[in-house]
């Protein structure tokens, strides 16, 4: 069946470090992708998305990369610090009108000082 | 802006107790609300699409009966967990998209922990 996952259920990194968090997904008629963060105890939050018609986009601090070839999807966080610290979802949109999400299985960031 | 409120954040009843939760957009009006559940460490599954002024669009597996919503108006939307037993203790989150043109993004609520003992 369709499914959005993720490579690494934990990523350890130090402060000043950049991360890779990478995420696979399966329906390459999907045409939207979201990042999302979440700390513990809260709900989502928006980080970056990007269309199927891009390759690479980026935002403060955060880039993401589509790879529409291997169906890949990873999001890039520069000189990451403590306050990053999270679970990172990649999602897949489905349907534009109502953008239904598909969450992936989600990364845990862990970033030490 | 765009701003979700859920209320309660956390909510601890007796097994066959019905609870309801209270999905807002402060805001933003919002034709659209989603329902998502959350077990711990895992991803976010939705339950259902919520639209104002009909009924809701359940997805697979998800009972109807169960788990009740109202979409009586553009800034709230409400989730009731009917007769809740232990196996419905889960982390609730909506989100809800900003009625207007183009696609906007889903906004999230930070969420309510229902734990039925």
């Known amino acids: 069946g369709e499914s959005v996952g993720l490579h690494l259920p934990t990523l350890s990194v130090q402060e000043g470090d950049n991360s890779i968090i990478n995420c696979a997904y399966s329906?390459?008629?999907?045409?939207?992708f979201i990042w999302y963060k979440q700390e513990s105890g809260k709900g989502p939050q928006f980080i970056i998305d990007?269309?199927?018609?891009?390759d690479k986009r980026q935002g403060q601090r955060v880039t993401v990369l589509l790879n529409k070839t291997v169906k890949h999807l990873s999001l890039q966080i520069a000189a990451t610090q403590p306050g990053d610290s999270a679970v990172y979802f990649c999602a897949e949109v489905k349907g534009l009108g109502f953008q239904k999400l598909v969450f992936g299985t989600g990364t845990r960031l862990l970033v030490s000082p | 802006g765009a701003v979700v409120s859920q209320h309660p954040s956390w909510v601890i009843c007796k097994s066959g107790t019905s609870v309801k939760i209270e999905c807002r957009s402060l805001?933003?009006?919002?034709?659209?609300m989603f329902w998502y559940r959350q077990f711990p460490k895992q991803s976010l599954m939705l339950m259902a699409t919520?639209?104002?002024?009909?009924?809701?669009?359940?997805e697979q597996g998800v009972e109807k009966d169960k788990f009740l919503i109202n979409h009586a108006s553009l800034t709230l939307s409400t989730l009731t967990v009917t007769s809740a037993h232990p196996e419905d203790s889960s982390f609730y989150i909506c989100?809800?998209?900003?009625?207007?043109?183009?696609?906007?993004?889903?906004?999230f609520g930070d969420g309510t922990r229902l734990s039925i003992l």
């Open positions: 329906n390459s008629a999907s045409d939207y």
């Open positions: 919520s639209n104002e002024g009909s009924k809701a669009t359940y």
């Open positions: 989100s809800a998209r900003p009625t207007g043109l183009g696609n906007q993004p889903q906004h």
């Open positions: 805001d933003f009006q919002a034709t659209t």
């Open positions: 990007i269309r199927s018609n891009m």
